[in-house]
């Protein structure tokens, strides 16, 4: 009987192709649906009751591997092949870690500078005034917001374990370029 279904499958090949082509509208694609639905008439043979339309019972499970498949591909969004995605850019795990560490670490020396050299820090530094600005801001003179914005700057660096001199030069702001 085994063998029976087995020839009975091949000789019904042709029929199937031909439906899975009407269905896909693409030979490639039907080729890939005639064998799954091959693989699961061999994998559910006992399912098919000998006596009735071994064709039926094909094109059922063909047409409900197509829906599957359907179903499947509307949500899975559109496939790319990896080696046509060199577009794709992945992040250096050990680069992120040792910025996030860093910024870490500058966060925490920022949070214990002292008031007058945070405040210089912020108003120069992150709201890009300039020393005359911020002196006029803190009422003081541009020598105390450039004395103190230097000390809060040395405090990072020493607090952060960053090194400072690494071949950076400072524009008339004082920003690191």
């Known amino acids: 009987m085994a063998d029976d279904f087995g020839q009975d499958l091949i000789a019904f090949l042709p029929n ?3 439906f899975a082509i009407s269905l896909c509208k693409s ?3 039907a080729d890939d649906l005639v064998q799954e639905t091959c693989e699961k008439a061999l994998a559910n043979r006992g399912g098919y009751q000998p006596g009735t ?5 094909l094109f ?28 794709l850019v992945g992040q ?3 680069a ?8 870490d670490e500058t966060a925490r020396a920022i949070a214990a500078l002292p008031d007058d050299q ?18 006029d801001i803190l009422e003081v003179p541009i020598g105390t917001v450039m004395s103190r914005l230097a000390r809060a700057r040395k405090k990072i660096i020493d607090g952060a374990g960053i090194d400072g001199s690494a071949g ?4 008339k702001k004082g920003f690191a370029q």
């Open 16 to 18: 199937l192709r031909r």
């Open 27 to 29: 030979r490639d694609v």
């Open 53 to 57: 339309r071994m064709d039926a019972w």
């Open 60 to 87: 059922r499970i063909m047409r409900n591997a197509w829906i599957d498949r359907t179903r499947r591909q509307r949500t899975e969004g559109v496939k790319t092949d990896i080696d046509d995605a060199h577009f």
């Open 92 to 94: 250096d795990g050990a």
């Open 96 to 103: 992120v870690t040792e910025a996030r560490i860093t910024l």
């Open 118 to 135: 945070r405040e210089v820090l912020m108003l120069v530094s992150v709201e890009a005034l300039s020393y005359k600005e911020a002196a």
């Open 168 to 171: 950076r030069s400072a524009d």
